[in-house]
């Protein structure tokens, strides 16, 4: 990523931000925010999905070593169903960035939108955290964050197996739900946790045919 903005523009302050848990039926929606040296010595900063739980973790450690600012961001599942998922991931992004003990010179965000109310300049980069480094790192950061919050939701609510598909509606997933039925972490506007709710709600009202 040599041609990425914050490589050539020397001198400035330019944020990357990303978030992880757009798609999952349970847990938060996580941002992060990061600024990246001109000169780092961190290799292999990439998309988060591209990379293992592993690399991920270690690159998480090297960048919070490394960032001139980074910060955490988070949106409940609570937040998710008053406001929406697109609503909650740029809540969650605004958090991150405002928690930076730095003002940012220009904040770049991966995706199609801006975020509300934030008194900065701000740019949306549609794939940004394939094209520049600092959104990369972001992601990076976001997912190892929201993974670990679903490891401590795993020791809540063991039942689900929150661990291993960190609230994804994989099979073991629903399984668990259509067993056990919905937790708080669970997001109940999301269709497979309305539908199981709404199921468990019928069944509960006696049938007087």
């Known amino acids: 990523m040599e041609d990425t903005l914050h490589a050539t523009i020397e001198g400035m302050w330019l944020a990357g931000v990303d978030e992880a848990g ?13 600024v990246l040296p001109p000169h780092h010595s961190i290799v292999g900063i990439a998309d ?22 980074w910060a955490i961001g988070v949106a409940s599942p609570r937040e998710i169903e008053r406001w929406n998922i697109l609503q ?3 809540l969650a992004m605004r958090r991150a960035v405002l928690r930076l003990h730095i003002t940012p010179h220009q904040v770049l965000i991966d995706g199609k939108f801006c975020i509300p109310n934030l008194r900065l300049p701000q740019r949306a980069v549609v794939g ?24 401590e939701l ?18 073991l997933h629903l399984e668990r739900l259509a067993q056990y039925g919905a937790c708080p ?11 199981m709710r709404l199921l468990t709600t019928c069944a509960e009202v006696p049938n007087d045919g």
């Open 22 to 34: 757009r798609g999952p039926i349970a847990g938060p929606v996580v941002a992060a925010c990061v």
């Open 48 to 69: 988060s999905k591209r990379l293992s739980a592993v690399q991920r973790e270690q690159l998480s450690t090297q960048i919070q070593l490394e960032a001139i600012a």
């Open 88 to 90: 909650a991931s740029l």
């Open 128 to 151: 940004g955290d394939a094209s520049e480094e600092c959104i990369a790192a972001a992601s990076i950061l976001a997912k190892v964050a929201r993974d670990r919050i679903m490891r």
């Open 154 to 171: 795993d020791r809540l609510y063991p039942q689900y197996g929150f661990g291993q598909h960190k609230g994804y509606p994989t099979p």
């Open 185 to 195: 972490a669970h997001r109940r506007t999301y269709a497979p946790v309305a539908q």
